[in-house]
């Protein structure tokens, strides 16, 4: 029998509980059990269908081979126009990167600037890939709170009153996971200001959920402050906005400064990402909206049934949920920890959540509920709940 000595760094690298949450209701779906998925943060929707098309038309033209690590110079410059129209902002092509995914950019940022006697900020509960790939790198994690009586958005004072000679990196995420809190415009003002002081500390803001945002909300991208562009990861992609999480694209614009380092890392570790999947974003970006829009107004839906409905649940209260798809209640009044919560309601009502510690320690006492499902599904689920509790 083998006798394998791995690497002590690997014990250092968490998890998404999420998919272990969806790996257990699977399995008690296949074993006949009728299980609502609340737990997994992935559109319901299917790709849009000229999206498909373009995938499909790339692989049928004989777009079959390799494509430079840092993306398809079409599909960068698709990523420059839509980030004009949106955020109203000039980007130059050569500073974006197109990544299989939004993870990758997180793991080459924290491994740019991650090493032992580093420290690294990141918001506690959030999403606990930040939290894993840090102490993955040897560096120290630092966590900011998220919250529930500000909304769960950061206070720019607490975040810059954590900042030591040994910050390298502060990560932020508005809208976020798993709280679906969105940090007002006025308090990423103060941060930035307060940033001037701290110019040896890069940012990486996961701006994934940009497209999400309710009641009026407009997003403010960290990329619409000029005095911290030489410093700035801003990290996107197609996953959320286009219902696309199989598709496996994502990007991120980099300080000059940067551009290099990670392109060494993309072709060290993936190549480049796959040219069909490229061409399917060029479609994306710079074709018809109506299917985001039509997306995010069943989402809004949603979430206003879900936030009434985990309020009139006993033991429970949920803040209105400003962006993402996910809404984060407490249930300290139900006496159960975030973990024994999780599990019964899945056992028991056959309704998957994710216990909010599984998002760090400051989430105990809350659940994660993604309102990417039906309404149908989501009203039977509520129903469930409250047999249970």
């Known amino acids: 029998m083998a006798d394998l000595i791995f690497a002590r760094s690997l014990s250092r690298l968490g998890t998404e ?4 949450v969806l790996a257990r209701a699977q399995k008690l779906a296949a074993s006949g059990r009728d299980i609502i998925n609340l737990g997994i943060g992935q559109p319901d929707f ?4 000229h999206i498909v098309e373009a995938g499909i038309k790339a692989l049928r033209d004989g777009h079959h081979g390799y494509t430079p690590a840092g993306g398809l110079p079409a599909l960068r410059e698709a990523v420059t126009r839509d980030l004009h129209r949106r955020h109203g902002v000039e980007v130059h092509p050569d500073t974006v990167v197109i990544q299989p995914g939004g993870k990758p950019t997180m793991f080459f940022a924290v491994l740019m600037f991650g090493e032992p006697g ?11 890939i930040y939290e894993s790939v840090i102490r993955y790198s040897g560096a120290t994690p630092v966590p900011f709170a998220l919250q529930e009586q500000n909304g769960f958005a950061f206070s720019a004072e607490d975040v810059l009153s954590k900042i030591t000679p040994a910050t390298r990196l502060l990560i932020i995420n508005s809208p976020a996971n798993p709280t679906g809190g969105v940090t007002p415009k006025e308090e990423i003002d103060r941060l930035v200001a307060g940033l001037g002081a701290h110019p040896h500390v890069a940012l990486m803001s996961d701006e994934i959920y940009s497209n999400m945002l309710y009641g009026g909300r407009r997003h403010v991208s960290l990329l619409q402050y000029p005095e911290i562009r030489d410093r700035l990861i801003m990290l996107d992609g197609w996953s959320k906005t286009y219902a696309m999480t199989g598709w496996r694209l994502g990007y991120a614009v980099w300080p000059e400064a940067c551009v290099d380092a990670v392109t060494r890392l993309c072709i060290n570790d993936h190549s480049c990402v796959n040219a069909a999947t490229q061409f399917a974003g060029i479609a994306a970006l710079d074709g018809p909206q109506d299917a985001v829009r039509e997306m995010v107004a069943a989402f809004d839906q949603r979430r206003k049934v879900i936030v009434e409905r985990l309020n009139a649940l006993p033991g429970m209260r949920c803040a209105d949920a400003a962006g993402a798809f996910y809404v984060f209640p407490n249930i300290e009044g ?6 024994q919560a999780q599990d019964r309601l899945l056992d028991e ?3 998957a959540t994710v216990a909010g510690t599984s998002f760090g320690a400051w989430g105990e006492g809350y659940l994660r509920f993604s309102y990417a499902n039906s309404l149908e599904k989501i009203e039977e689920a509520m129903a469930r709940i409250a047999e249970v509790l």
């Open 46 to 49: 299917a790709t849009p269908a």
């Open 334 to 339: 139900t006496g159960m920890s975030a973990r």
């Open 118 to 128: 580093a420290e690294i900020l990141y918001p506690n509960p959030g999403f606990p």
């Open 349 to 351: 009502a056959g309704v």
């Open 17 to 20: 509980s999420a998919f272990d």
